[in-house]
């Protein structure tokens, strides 16, 4: 580590690597923007062994990866990451953190417009405070126009080629300015690049400076600019390799910060004790990888040397000796159950722990409280659920770019690969821990209501929206083989979810809470295996998560006071009658009804499915809309 080549250039929280800066993200630094390098790059030798940092352990997350990615999978792991850097900037935590790259590799003065790659020999780096990483710098060394004081800062150039392959590239500068033909007076052509700011490609213009040849940015733009693209090279500057035969798809040009350059393809599950299971059971499959892999006749020496064993010291040897193979004995049939192409049932422990007659029993991650249902809100809910523990692990299994991914069918968008080496044998996990509130629709209420709404003509609108946002996507797909309405969620989510955003944001207001700070887990089910519940809860790495302040709006007085005013709100919104009156309309593909951002919309963060299957209409009556509610009377 030189005086000014540290290794940290900027910093982000655990959770945004699952969100927006995992692996093969671009993270927009104030002064470049690096790439998050694959899995294969990154270091736990500085961390492995340590008191204070740990892998996360949540067998049934573990087995849904090993159920995509096979066996191999080992380990969820977290971010390399130690504490210190403040205190002792030289210290072991500044050899610790997550590998990047600079990306784009093609940077410009901010002084002359000189176009060049980052590593030609016309600009330096600089990083020479410790202990503010976010000023590390590129600079111009020669440059033509400021030749007296500091350096020129180069900045990255903003453009790069993407494909729905999840294939990412630089721009071809040179190329393009030449119409793909090579520079009449020179074999390295020097570039400038008049960017004039703004988000139009028409406010920025390629110059060869040996030729004098021009080019506007605008040319590549559109439908009309991937004609004049190169074909895709198929690279992955993640992993530093391309694909050797190429790629089919079609290149289109992103932008420095564009939201779809990069989306995250995660598995997410909460940490429920398994109700058919014995304390003991449970105990072992939490602790699995360090307790199976023993025999029984290292259980004495484990129980003195095994941290892992300090959980077991209430039973027996032979005991824990039979859990084991009970656990390993469902292990192995449930994997035989496992699908490579289709993601595991992960909600359905979840939907049966909250809705048992008989509650799990309590553990650190998981506690339950039924606190009953308030007379006035009878015929509303059918069971109302405190859970004052939770804890949420999540999963980064791909990302794809252009397309976001479809949680319910990953096959519809190419996921690209976490590393060189597939499949890993770790993926990056992240662990929360929060409270929540279960609330159960009565299913009688629900039936009666979809036997009215199914065949109205406002569901109708829905679902031809969601056959064309699913024939508009940008994927590629085999023509004949593509079913339009394949995955549609079913008319009772769209009461579910848009009830559930609706108590968001009601709760938001009522006490205190931010409703980024909130998450949402619908249970629905299918037309097969209905389900009527809906879990909200805090999935923030703060103390906000954990303070009660969610728990406490189940207790009956506020739950009751919470839902009157929700539906009371629904009723009206200020963009009324616009808002109201909206149901989605050819060639529109959005999938909303009466809902917007004053009355329905949530951060991204906060909903499952990205502010959409959302309708007022549906749950209270609006205007002339009264037989489609869900609700038709005020509680």
Same mark, same amino acid.
């Given at each position: 580590?030189?005086?000014?080549?540290?290794?940290?250039?900027?910093?982000?929280?655990?959770?945004?690597?699952?969100?927006?800066?995992?692996?093969?993200?671009?993270?927009?630094?104030?002064?470049?923007?690096?790439?998050?390098?694959?899995?294969?790059?990154?270091?736990?030798?500085?961390?492995?062994?340590?008191?204070?940092?740990?892998?996360?352990?949540?067998?049934?997350?573990?087995?849904?990866?090993?159920?995509?990615?096979?066996?191999?999978?080992?380990?969820?792991?977290?971010?390399?990451?130690?504490?210190?850097?403040?205190?002792?900037?030289?210290?072991?935590?500044?050899?610790?953190?997550?590998?990047?790259?600079?990306?784009?590799?093609?940077?410009?003065?901010?002084?002359?417009?000189?176009?060049?790659?980052?590593?030609?020999?016309?600009?330096?780096?600089?990083?020479?405070?410790? /202990?503010? *990483?976010?000023?590390?710098? @590129?600079? %111009?060394?020669? $440059?033509?126009? !400021?030749?007296?004081?500091?350096?020129?800062? +180069?900045?990255?150039?903003?453009?790069?080629?993407?494909?729905?392959?999840?294939?990412?590239?630089?721009?071809?500068?040179?190329?393009?300015?030449?119409?793909?033909?090579?520079?009449?007076?020179?074999?390295?052509?020097?570039?400038?690049?008049?960017?004039?700011?703004?988000?139009?490609?028409?406010?920025?213009?390629?110059?060869?400076?040996?030729?004098?040849?021009?080019?506007?940015?605008?040319?590549?733009?559109?439908?009309?600019?991937?004609?004049?693209?190169?074909?895709?090279?198929? /690279?992955? *500057?993640?992993?530093?390799? @391309?694909? %050797?035969?190429? $790629?089919?798809? !079609?290149?289109?040009?992103?932008?420095?910060? +564009?939201?779809?350059?990069?989306?995250?393809?995660?598995?997410?599950?909460?940490?429920?004790?398994?109700?058919?299971?014995?304390?003991?059971?449970?105990?072992?499959?939490?602790?699995?990888?360090?307790?199976?892999?023993?025999?029984?006749?290292?259980?004495?020496?484990?129980?003195?040397?095994?941290?892992?064993?300090?959980?077991?010291?209430?039973?027996?040897?032979?005991?824990?000796?039979?859990?084991?193979?009970?656990?390993?004995?469902?292990?192995?049939?449930?994997?035989?159950?496992?699908?490579?192409?289709?993601?595991?049932?992960?909600?359905?422990?979840?939907?049966?722990?909250?809705?048992?007659?008989?509650?799990?029993?309590?553990?650190?991650?998981?506690?339950?409280?039924?606190?009953?249902?308030?007379?006035?809100?009878?015929?509303?809910?059918?069971?109302?659920?405190?859970?004052?523990?939770?804890?949420?692990?999540?999963?980064?299994?791909?990302?794809?770019?252009?397309?976001?991914?479809?949680?319910?069918?990953?096959?519809?968008?190419?996921?690209?690969?976490?590393?060189?080496?597939?499949?890993?044998?770790?993926?990056?996990?992240?662990?929360?821990?929060?409270?929540?509130?279960?609330?159960?629709?009565?299913?009688?209420?629900?039936?009666?209501?979809?036997?009215?709404?199914?065949?109205?003509?406002?569901?109708?609108?829905?679902?031809?929206?969601?056959?064309?946002?699913?024939?508009?996507?940008?994927?590629?797909?085999?023509?004949?083989?593509?079913?339009?309405?394949?995955?549609?969620?079913?008319?009772?989510?769209?009461?579910?979810?848009?009830?559930?955003?609706?108590?968001?944001?009601?709760?938001?207001?009522?006490?205190?809470?931010?409703?980024?700070?909130?998450?949402?887990?619908?249970?629905?089910?299918?037309?097969?295996?209905?389900?009527?519940?809906?879990?909200?809860?805090?999935?923030?790495?703060?103390?906000?998560?954990?303070?009660?302040?969610?728990?406490?709006?189940?207790?009956?007085?506020?739950?009751?006071?919470?839902?009157?005013?929700?539906?009371?709100?629904?009723?009206?919104?200020?963009?009324?009658?616009?808002?109201?009156?909206?149901?989605?309309?050819?060639?529109?593909?959005?999938?909303?009804?009466?809902?917007?951002?004053?009355?329905?919309?949530?951060?991204?963060?906060?909903?499952?499915?990205?502010?959409?299957?959302?309708?007022?209409?549906?749950?209270?009556?609006?205007?002339?809309?009264?037989?489609?509610?869900?609700?038709?009377?005020?509680?």
């Amino acid at each position: 580590m030189t005086t000014n080549h540290r290794r940290h250039v900027g910093s982000v929280r655990p959770s945004h690597l699952m969100f927006t800066s995992g692996v093969g993200a671009l993270v927009d630094l104030p002064n470049f923007s690096v790439l998050v390098r694959g899995l294969d790059d990154w270091n736990y030798n500085e961390v492995r062994g340590r008191d204070d940092w740990k892998t996360i352990t949540e067998p049934r997350l573990l087995t849904a990866v090993q159920g995509i990615f096979g066996k191999n999978v080992k380990e969820l792991l977290p971010a390399p990451w130690l504490d210190g850097m403040e205190q002792d900037p030289r210290g072991p935590a500044a050899r610790v953190g997550v590998p990047t790259t600079p990306f784009p590799t093609w940077l410009r003065c901010t002084a002359c417009n000189e176009l060049a790659p980052v590593d030609s020999q016309i600009f330096g780096f600089e990083n020479d405070k410790p /202990r503010r *990483p976010q000023e590390a710098r @590129f600079f %111009h060394k020669q $440059c033509g126009v !400021k030749k007296s004081g500091k350096p020129p800062l +180069a900045i990255t150039a903003r453009f790069m080629l993407s494909c729905t392959a999840g294939h990412l590239d630089d721009f071809p500068y040179t190329d393009f300015v030449h119409n793909g033909t090579a520079c009449s007076t020179a074999k390295q052509p020097r570039l400038h690049m008049d960017d004039r700011g703004g988000n139009r490609g028409v406010n920025v213009e390629i110059k060869c400076v040996n030729c004098s040849r021009r080019r506007n940015m605008g040319q590549a733009m559109g439908q009309r600019g991937e004609e004049n693209l190169p074909r895709c090279r198929g /690279r992955h *500057p993640h992993l530093g390799t @391309f694909e %050797h035969q190429g $790629c089919k798809c !079609k290149p289109k040009v992103l932008v420095v910060g +564009a939201s779809n350059q990069w989306f995250a393809q995660n598995l997410s599950v909460l940490a429920v004790p398994r109700t058919e299971a014995s304390e003991l059971e449970n105990k072992v499959e939490q602790q699995w990888n360090a307790v199976s892999t023993l025999p029984v006749a290292m259980y004495p020496y484990a129980r003195e040397n095994v941290p892992a064993f300090h959980e077991l010291t209430s039973w027996t040897d032979a005991e824990i000796a039979e859990a084991v193979e009970r656990v390993r004995a469902r292990k192995e049939g449930e994997s035989q159950q496992e699908s490579e192409h289709d993601y595991p049932d992960l909600r359905t422990p979840e939907w049966e722990a909250f809705s048992a007659a008989q509650l799990p029993d309590r553990t650190e991650d998981f506690t339950l409280h039924r606190c009953g249902v308030p007379t006035e809100l009878d015929g509303y809910y059918a069971d109302v659920v405190q859970a004052e523990r939770l804890r949420e692990v999540r999963a980064l299994i791909g990302f794809t770019r252009l397309d976001a991914p479809d949680p319910e069918d990953p096959g519809l968008v190419t996921r690209a690969p976490l590393a060189r080496s597939m499949p890993p044998q770790w993926v990056p996990a992240s662990e929360v821990r929060g409270e929540g509130v279960f609330l159960r629709v009565p299913e009688d209420l629900l039936r009666e209501w979809e036997n009215r709404v199914s065949g109205s003509q406002a569901m109708q609108h829905h679902r031809q929206a969601y056959a064309e946002f699913r024939k508009n996507r940008y994927s590629d797909r085999i023509p004949g083989d593509f079913d339009e309405m394949r995955h549609w969620p079913g008319v009772r989510y769209l009461a579910l979810h848009t009830l559930s955003h609706l108590l968001i944001r009601t709760i938001a207001l009522e006490c205190g809470y931010s409703s980024a700070n909130l998450s949402e887990r619908i249970y629905a089910g299918t037309e097969d295996d209905p389900r009527s519940g809906i879990l909200l809860y805090t999935a923030v790495p703060d103390a906000e998560g954990t303070l009660g302040g969610l728990v406490s709006q189940a207790e009956p007085d506020r739950l009751v006071r919470l839902t009157r005013r929700a539906l009371a709100d629904a009723r009206r919104c200020s963009s009324d009658p616009l808002c109201a009156e909206r149901l989605p309309q050819p060639p529109a593909d959005f999938l909303h009804g009466a809902a917007c951002h004053v009355c329905l919309f949530v951060s991204e963060t906060t909903c499952e499915r990205g502010n959409r299957f959302l309708d007022r209409r549906f749950v209270v009556p609006i205007d002339e809309h009264e037989d489609l509610a869900l609700y038709r009377e005020q509680p």
